[in-house]
């Protein structure tokens, strides 16, 4: 079945740059979606990529996309204290039926 | 506007107990879910509401039953909780639903059972 794979935690110290990263396994994919998760809260959209696109960038935030390996990621330029959260890797999928599915998330832990 | 809102922010249950955890959106959207999430899992479906009077079952519906209120308002219930159920819930929503269609997240419930 479909399945999104991410690392459980990374570490960086403030101001060198961070990649998370995500594989999938879902080729039928629509769009790529990176969320941050800060402690006790929700989901808040970052980016997106849509499918047949290589690469996105926003300000500190670029995401490639490498669609015949299925792999995702987002470099966070400048990283900051305040970009500790965790990462969430999804894609919408028309496979079948429409799905929005997601990885189990990347913890990023800021050293200052 | 508020996005998607949901009450209660925390929550904590015997088992058997029951309970309601609300959400609404403002954003006009049509399509709206709700998902749990638990540690090393990712977020899962349990229900969505693509449109208004309709619902169907996500990836993990079992002891769940939700509502589609009206455009605006969509419940979870859960008849009976048990200790499985200790998660956190969100809420989420879309303009309709369709793989170009981003998800918008409310801040979750944190529900415990005891």
């Known amino acids: 079945g479909e399945d999104v794979e991410q690392s459980l935690f990374l570490s960086v110290r403030e101001g060198d740059s961070s990649v998370i990263n995500c594989t999938y396994t879902d080729s039928s994919s629509t769009y790529l979606y990176w969320y941050k998760q800060e402690p006790g809260a929700g989901l808040q959209l970052l980016t997106y990529i849509f499918s047949n696109m290589d690469m996105k960038q926003d300000q500190r935030l670029t995401v490639l996309l490498n669609k015949k390996d299925k792999h995702l990621s987002l470099r966070i330029a400048d990283t900051q204290t305040g970009d500790s959260a965790i990462y969430f890797c999804a894609e919408s999928t028309t496979s079948g039926t429409y799905k929005y599915i997601f990885g189990t998330g990347t913890r990023l832990k800021v050293l200052a | 506007n508020a996005g998607v809102t949901q009450t209660p922010k925390f929550q904590v249950l015997k088992t058997g107990q029951s309970m309601t955890l609300q959400c609404a959106q403002d954003?006009?959207?049509?399509?709206m879910y709700w998902y749990r999430q638990d540690p090393g899992m990712g977020l899962r479906l349990i229900y969505y509401s693509a449109s208004e009077g309709t619902t169907d079952k996500g990836e993990v519906p079992n002891g769940y039953n939700v509502s589609r209120l009206n455009k605006r308002e969509f419940s979870l219930r859960l008849e009976s909780a048990a200790p499985s159920q200790t998660s956190v819930y969100f809420c989420a929503s879309s303009e309709a639903y369709r793989s170009t269609d981003t998800q918008y997240f409310g801040p979750g419930t944190r529900l415990t059972v005891l």
């Open positions: 954003m006009n959207h049509n399509s």
